[in-house]
C-alpha cells in the first residue's frame, strides 16, 4: 500500500471524516481480521459521521438560537401537559415571526427580496417563533404568506403563538392574508396547547410555592395553575 498515493486520494475527493479513522481502522481490520465488505462498511460510516456533525454544525449556527438547548434537557415532569412522545416525533431553523419580518423589510430597500425568501424556504425544517407576541410592521401578513405558500405541502413548519387564531388577522394587519396563511398552515397540522406555569421559572423559589392572592408581584409573574395561558404549537 502506498500511503502517499492514498492521501493524496482521499484529499482529492474530500474524505477528511475517513482520513482521521484511516489508521485505527486498518489496525482493527488486521486485528479482527475484516473482510474487504467489512472494512469498507466502517471507513464509509466514519465519513458520514463526520459529514452529519458538520451538517448540524452549519444548521445550528444557520439557525441563529437564542440559546441552544435540547430535548434531553427538558424536564418533562414540569408540565405533564406537554407530551413526550408528541415532542420528540416532530423533532427534526429557528427564527422568530419579528427576525423573518424584519429581514424582509431591510432587503426590500435592496431589492434582494428572492435572495431572503430562498433563506426560509430551503430549510427541511422552519421554526417561526413568538407570534402574536407584539405589533407586527406593514406588510408582515405579506411576507408570512409569501413564505407559507410556498412550503405549503414541500417542507415542515412549527409556529408557536399565544394568541387566539382568530386574532392573527388583527395581528397581521392583514385579515384576507391571515386567512390564507391558516387555510395552508392549518392544512393536515397538527396542534399542540401548551397550559401550565412557564417553564422559564421552574428553577426559581415562585415556582416552588403557590401563587396567592396576597402576592399579586408572584400573580404576575407566574400564571396560576387554574387559569392557564396556553401556547399553541403548530406543524
Known sequence: MNKSNLDNAIKELYLSGLRQTLEVRLQEALAN????????ELLLQDELNVR????????????????LKT?????????PSIQRKTIYELATGYR????????????????????????YL????????DMGLKALPKHSGEYLLE???????????????????EEWGKLLGDVPA???????????AQIIAITGRSYRVKDTPLAQ???SSKNPKAMESVPSPEEPEPEETFK
Request: proline share 3%; charged share 35%.
Open 209 to 211: 410555592r403557590p401563587i
Open 122 to 129: 430551503k430549510p427541511d425544517l422552519l421554526i417561526i417563533d
Open 33 to 40: 481480521r475484516l473482510s474487504h465488505g467489512e472494512f469498507l
Open 96 to 119: 422568530s415571526i419579528f427576525d423573518l419580518v424584519r429581514e424582509f423589510l431591510k432587503d426590500e430597500t435592496f431589492n434582494q427580496q428572492d435572495q431572503t425568501l430562498r433563506t
Open 147 to 165: 413564505v407559507i405558500m410556498r412550503r405549503y405541502e414541500n417542507r415542515s413548519t412549527i409556529m408557536t403563538s399565544n394568541r387566539p387564531l
Open 71 to 79: 430535548l434531553e434537557d427538558f424536564d418533562w415532569q414540569f408540565n
Open 178 to 188: 391571515a386567512g390564507a396563511i391558516l387555510d395552508r398552515f392549518l392544512h393536515r
Open 52 to 67: 452529519h456533525q458538520r451538517r448540524l454544525a452549519r444548521r445550528t449556527e444557520a439557525a441563529e438560537f437564542r440559546q
